[in-house]
């Protein structure tokens, strides 16, 4: 059986579960790459430019831990999933630069995904990456039908559930039938925190230090961007910046958007340094949050040399700063 490997990076976390589905109705074995660890993080780091930026850094490691594991792996290019807008330009690059850092890489799989272009594009686009497993057009689309089915699916399992996306992914591919809550608790947490940015920052327990579970021993209710409807983060794109020019930049806005208008005790936001697209909107929501002085803010940036004990110190202040507010019922923070 043919076996296509995906890395555990990037835009895994979105949509894991549509690729999933959409090969196996195929004939394909999907091979997933281990959780991400130092060594992963080194090995990506040392095969490119000392400016290239950490997502990018641990999803070419995760690329190298699945050669000679699988036959081919799986590079989508996302260029645009909405018109006039567009994707960070490390994504639209991202099968070259593996062919030319990771020579000892197996074949590399890559479709083109562009709503600019129109959906006759993105049909043809399918059927090509379909056909290197079956040359019958009408199993490719019942499999396409069948992935983005799965893919409604989990995204409904978040949003209704509350769920991360790898409590989603885990509820999915385990055998019970009831879906976990997002935090089993024996009383009602002390106080809830908004988390925004991105998937493959939020959910990589190796670069963020674990920082959801951190927050968890705080008995604090997290809420992330995967747990709001589409609609919701767009309603609150367009009352904040107007519109995103940025495929993924939508997600964050719109999260940090809807938690200041209430509902959480604060908002910490985890960007990667020297990501443009990530500075502009994640500024945009802390200029919000200022002017509205009722939900504190704190940014977090992640880097290969970020300390893990920086991270925690700021994470107490924070936390420390969020619970005296609570108790003295203050309702402005300056």
């Known amino acids: 059986m043919t076996t296509v490997g995906i890395p555990r990076a990037l835009l895994y976390y979105q949509y894991y579960p549509m690729w999933k589905t959409f090969f196996e109705h195929l004939g394909v074995e999907v091979v997933v790459s281990a959780p991400t660890t130092r060594k992963t993080l080194a090995e990506g780091a040392a095969r490119v430019v000392a400016d290239t930026c950490l997502p990018v850094k641990v999803f070419t490691g995760h690329v190298i831990s699945l050669v000679g594991n699988c036959d081919c792996i799986f590079i989508p290019v996302v260029r645009s999933l909405k ?4 994707n960070c330009s490390k994504f639209l690059g991202l099968p070259d630069m593996t062919r030319a850092v990771v020579r000892e890489a ?3 799989l890559e479709i083109e995904i562009d709503i600019n272009q129109g959906k006759g594009r993105l049909y043809r686009d399918i059927y090509r990456l ?3 497993f079956s040359w019958n057009p009408l199993k490719v ?3 396409a039908n069948v992935a983005w089915q799965a893919y409604l699916e989990y995204r409904e399992l978040m949003c209704r559930h509350g769920l991360t996306p790898p409590q989603a992914i885990d509820n999915i591919t385990s055998t019970t039938q009831a879906p976990e809550s997002a935090l089993d608790y024996t009383d009602l947490p002390q106080a809830t925190i908004g988390l925004i940015g991105h998937a493959y920052l939020l959910y990589d327990e190796h670069i963020n230090y674990q920082l959801i579970q951190r927050l968890q021993q705080y008995d604090v209710a997290v809420v992330t961007p995967e747990m709001l409807p589409g ?4 309603a609150a794109v367009n009352k904040l910046v107007g519109k995103a020019y ?4 939508e997600e964050v806005v719109g999260a940090g958007g809807h938690y200041l208008e209430g509902g959480v005790d604060g908002i910490i936001g985890i960007m990667a340094f020297g990501c443009g697209p990530d500075s502009l909107m994640m500024d945009m929501v ?7 002085k009722t939900t504190p803010f704190m940014c977090l940036t992640l880097e290969e040399h970020t300390s893990e004990t920086g991270i925690i110190t700021r994470l107490e202040a924070f936390m420390d700063m969020i619970y005296r507010r609570k108790q003295r019922g203050e309702t402005v923070c300056v």
């Open 231 to 234: 609609h919701v983060t767009e």
């Open 141 to 143: 689309r019942e499999a």
């Open 246 to 249: 940025w495929t993924y930049e």
């Open 286 to 292: 802390h200029r919000q949050a200022t002017r509205q």
């Open 106 to 108: 197996p074949p590399i």
């Open 83 to 86: 018109r006039k807008s567009y």
């Open 130 to 132: 379909g056909r290197h």
